[in-house]
């Protein structure tokens, strides 16, 4: 019952969030240059014409009033219609998720084993060559940027060695093998960052933990150099290696917008600037809104998690 408590109110603690967010994306959207009535209109369509549109699309009202409109259809569960797809922006959202979805899939698939395994590895060997390696590759995969590695990566995987398609979605309807070829380049480059982060975060979390006195009466005890790692040390780290896994995760599902453009993937973050150029005002309000409803999804899932791996979030 306590935990059930502490889920509900950290939902409803999460609603004036999703509010601010609602409020700053429209805000913010209409701060940007350009008027999606002459995007759809055309450039050389007479001022008539786009003044239509804009009576037609409501932008010709004050923006308060649109801001209550929009609000007061989100309540009833209609995020609006995209102008540039002619299409609701739900049904555009869902027609990409698979694909952010399969791509941020595999990418942590491959953070989390390579991130916490390079991290743990490190903060055992610590001060030696092993260790310092291992920070020297971590901070490399944090500093260069994402795109640079993508284009390099296309450059040398499709083009020079044609083991990989150099951009492109196939549905995994299609095959496993085809589904997988056209993700696994875009996933690792998306990865290299993560990994680099969570390896430096549970690095330090286990130098924390070695350095702790129950891990010395472990080894005092007898315990062999394995459980005293593996079942003391590593257990006891946790915590943090879950929030960084969290947040990599939030990472991974938002910050794929670069990776999306470079290997041409039809995801949410192609769409979100597809949105933007095109100054579709409802689709990238709704799908902003709905990145944030995903982001705080995923930290009431971390709330589970700790009540899973620390028995002591439950008393507190």
Known sequence: MR???????????????ILLVAVLTFFLMHLLPGDPAVVIAGQDASPQAVARIRTQLGLDRPLPEQLLVWL???????????????????AA?????????????ISLAITVPLGIGAGV????????????????????????????????????????????????YV?????????????IQPAVVLALFQIGF?????????LDVLDQDFIRAARARGVSEWSAVIKHAFRNTLIPVVTAAGIILSLLIGGSVIVEQVFALPGI??????????????????????LGFAFVAINLLLDIVYLLVDPRVRYE
């Open 269 to 290: 973050g192609r769409l979100i600037v597809q949105a933007i150029l095109a100054r579709d005002y409802p689709l990238v309000q709704g799908t902003m809104l709905l």
């Open 121 to 168: 590895i490190a903060g055992y060997k610590r001060n030696t060559w092993i260790d310092q390696s291992v920070m020297v590759i971590a901070l490399l995969g944090v500093s260069l940027p994402g795109f640079w590695i993508a284009i390099l990566s296309v450059i040398l995987f499709s083009v020079q060695l044609k083991w990989l398609p150099s951009g492109g």
């Open 3 to 17: 935990e059930l408590r502490r889920l509900s109110l950290r939902f409803l603690n999460a609603v004036p969030v």
């Open 171 to 183: 549905p995994l309807a299609q095959g496993a093998w085809p589904w997988f070829a056209s993700l």
């Open 72 to 90: 007061a259809n989100l309540a009833r569960g209609n995020f609006g219609t995209s102008l540039a797809l002619n299409q609701s922006v739900l």
């Open 198 to 206: 969570l390896a430096r975060m549970t690095r330090s979390a286990m």
């Open 93 to 105: 959202v869902l027609d990409r998720l698979p694909v952010t979805l399969s791509l941020a899939a």
